[in-house]
């Protein structure tokens, strides 16, 4: 029997029925699909609409979905993680929002924020849990309603942005499949480039705050993008180095869906071709903790038992990070 490894053993994905098209931006603000998709890579976006709604409502769609497919009692799950920069309050977590839409009466449950790297820091934290033998049954969610931050007249960030949520089941495996090996980076100096101004603790909401739109995600395009190239390839370049890994070894890339000329250059320093890079971020945008669960759920059916995939990613904070883990299993649905 091998080491005891957390490997992921189902997935659903939940993304909104509006689709917010560059056509329609285009008739918003001063821009052009063509700029929008030569400089992005996005085409559309989903947009949840509805009072009230928030990231649990995809998050309870996503994980009742993974119920289902994986025929799993919900008084089974020991813990839920929701990695999200868009929490239906600031407090409770999400993660306890969703355990109570979706009857997991026995499970604790927190939020974590790591905006775009969330769903790997998540990952890797479910993992130790699962390693060290005090939980069974895990249930990582990944989402974010961005539409709830974004400024619709800022063209610099409204076209990247979209609304969706993916949730994995992990579990124990002693046959040498799972979660492999991770690695995780921060650097605080870099948030002077992408946060939120107001809401927090330092600058609570007020009418104010409101009326000088602090609300909204503030991000330095330029800045974020030269530290996303380089520090989300570098992870990649270092998980694939420690494991001995070479790119014919890697069936797939996962990548954080920011900016297609992101995931392209993390693509390029790993030496793999298009063909084994998931790429979503032209239906959906960039779903923050949303688009690597989003895009294992649309490339379920492709992976196989064994296969090397390689996760990477890179958000505000700055964070970053990449996973390694062989695929447990082949999807009969
Ligand atoms: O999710 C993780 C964290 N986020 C990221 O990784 C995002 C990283 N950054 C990026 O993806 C890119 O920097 C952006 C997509 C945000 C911007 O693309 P860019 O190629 O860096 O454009 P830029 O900011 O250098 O702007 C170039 C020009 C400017 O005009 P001038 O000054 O050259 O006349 C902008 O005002 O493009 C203009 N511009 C636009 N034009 C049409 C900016 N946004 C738009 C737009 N439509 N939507």
């Given at each position: 029997?091998?080491?005891?490894?957390?490997?992921?053993?189902?997935?659903?994905?939940?993304?909104?029925?509006?689709?917010?098209?560059?056509?329609?931006?285009?008739?918003?603000?001063?821009?052009?699909?063509?700029?929008?998709?030569?400089?992005?890579?996005?085409?559309?976006?989903r947009i949840l609409k509805g009072i009230g709604l928030g990231t649990s409502d995809m998050g309870k769609e996503a994980v009742l979905g993974l119920l289902k497919k994986t025929n799993t009692n919900p008084l089974e799950i020991d813990l839920i993680i929701c990695a999200t920069t868009t929490p239906d309050m600031q407090f409770p977590a999400t993660a306890n929002i969703i355990a109570d839409k979706c009857g997991l009466k026995n499970s604790f449950g927190f939020d974590i924020n790591a905006a775009c790297s969330g769903f790997i820091y998540a990952l890797r934290t479910a993992s130790q849990f699962i390693e060290?033998?005090?939980?069974?049954?895990?249930?990582?969610?990944?989402g974010d309603k961005m539409s709830s931050i974004i400024d619709y007249s800022d063209r610099q960030t409204c076209v990247i942005f979209g609304d969706g949520a993916g949730a994995v089941l992990l579990e124990k495996n002693n046959d040498g499949?799972?979660?492999?090996?991770?690695?995780?980076?921060?650097?605080?100096?870099?948030?002077?480039?992408?946060?939120?101004?107001?809401?927090?603790?330092?600058?609570?909401?007020?009418a104010e705050t409101v009326e000088k739109k602090l609300h909204y995600v503030y991000q330095e395009g330029q800045a974020v993008f030269k530290f996303a190239v380089t520090?989300?390839?570098?992870?990649?370049?270092?998980?694939?180095k420690r494991n001995n890994l070479h790119s014919d070894d890697v069936a797939w890339l996962i990548p954080h869906q920011a900016n297609k000329r992101i995931i392209d250059a993390t693509a390029k320093r790993m030496g793999l071709d298009d063909a084994k890079v998931m790429i979503n971020?032209?239906?959906?945008?960039?779903?923050?903790?949303?688009?690597?669960?989003?895009?294992?759920?649309?490339?379920?059916?492709?992976?196989?038992?064994?296969?090397?995939?390689?996760?990477?990613?890179?958000?505000?904070?700055?964070?970053?990070?990449?996973?390694?883990?062989?695929?447990?299993?082949?999807?009969?649905?």
């Open positions: 029997m091998q080491k005891t490894r957390a490997a992921i053993t189902g997935i659903h994905g939940y993304v909104p029925e509006y689709v917010l098209t560059n056509a329609e931006l285009e008739k918003m603000v001063d821009t052009t699909d063509e700029w929008i998709t030569s400089r992005t890579g996005v085409k559309e976006r060290a033998g005090s939980a069974k049954k895990v249930i990582v969610v990944g499949l799972g979660i492999i090996d991770a690695v995780l980076g921060s650097d605080g100096a870099g948030r002077v480039h992408l946060h939120q101004k107001a809401g927090g603790s330092a600058m609570p909401a007020s520090k989300m390839a570098d992870a990649a370049e270092e998980i694939m971020i032209d239906r959906y945008g960039n779903t923050t903790n949303g688009t690597i669960p989003l895009c294992m759920w649309e490339w379920e059916k492709k992976m196989h038992k064994g296969d090397n995939i390689v996760l990477a990613a890179f958000g505000g904070g700055f964070t970053w990070g990449a996973v390694y883990m062989k695929w447990a299993y082949d999807s009969k649905q």
